[in-house]
């Protein structure tokens, strides 16, 4: 299995652009996490959804930040407009059914830098 | 509000010599516990989980944890480490029927020949 596909991998952008990040979970995964890691905050859970719908995105730092699920095989995290701030390597996981005690499979990252 | 603590940002340690990455978590109900590995430039990958039952879990690459409910830790170790072993190690509790998974800050290990 190709694992989970993150794209891209790096993106500078300028304050004010939007910016999408787009995800592939492994196929047959039932759940997908999107995670922002910075040094300051550490890795912290935005938002994840559960067969395509959205159980808690209580994470989502502010309105700017959006995500969706089309489909079982591709998410997308949206920044509009983004900010210095939003400066973060941001990951994309996948596990078989939700949180609990399920293994979570990672992607390599995105890598945002806002000038 | 849940917390998990890992008690050391960095940890330096010789090839071949044992170590231990502390783990305290903050929930007075049950939990799943995890150990989670990164590379450098990578993202995370699982090395081993507590859901319940016996409180020594053994991983990959050799470490091993042991849940200890009464001091509430969750300590990661290795016997022998290898240079391959140098990255930063995350610590993650869950509480069961929560939605929510918390991270602790990370430890990084760094290997001396």
């Known amino acids: 299995d190709a694992g989970v596909i993150q794209s891209p991998r790096h993106e500078v952008t300028e304050m004010g652009q939007e910016v999408t990040l787009r995800c592939k979970p492994i196929?047959?995964?039932?759940?997908l996490f999107w995670y922002r890691q910075t040094m300051m905050r550490g890795l912290e859970l935005l938002i994840y959804?559960?067969?395509?719908?959205?159980?808690?995105d209580s994470g989502m730092p502010e309105d700017r930040f959006s995500a969706k699920m089309p489909n079982a095989s591709f998410s997308t995290l949206k920044i509009q407009p983004s900010e210095p701030r939003d400066s973060a390597v941001y990951f994309c996981?996948?596990?078989?059914?939700?949180?609990?005690?399920?293994?979570?499979?990672f992607g390599p990252g995105t890598r945002l830098l806002v000038l | 509000a849940q917390s998990v603590t890992q008690l050391d940002s960095q940890v330096p340690v010789f090839e071949e010599a044992p170590v231990e990455l502390r783990c305290n978590y903050s929930?007075?109900?049950?939990?799943?516990l995890f150990w989670y590995v990164q590379y450098p430039n990578q993202g995370l990958q699982l090395l081993l989980k507590?859901?319940?039952?016996?409180?020594l879990v053994k991983g990959i690459n050799g470490f091993e944890a042991e849940f200890n409910k009464s001091q509430t830790s969750f300590h990661l170790r290795k016997p022998s480490v290898h240079i391959s072993d140098t990255a930063e190690y995350f610590c993650?509790?869950?509480?069961?029927?929560?939605?929510?998974?918390?991270f602790g800050s990370g430890t990084r290990l760094s290997i001396r020949p």
């Open positions: 196929s047959g995964h039932n759940s």
């Open positions: 929930s007075s109900v049950s939990v799943y």
């Open positions: 996981a996948s596990s078989t059914r939700g949180l609990g005690g399920e293994t979570q499979y």
């Open positions: 993650a509790q869950v509480r069961r029927s929560a939605s929510k998974i918390i």
């Open positions: 507590y859901l319940s039952g016996s409180t």
């Open positions: 959804f559960n067969n395509n719908v959205p159980i808690d």
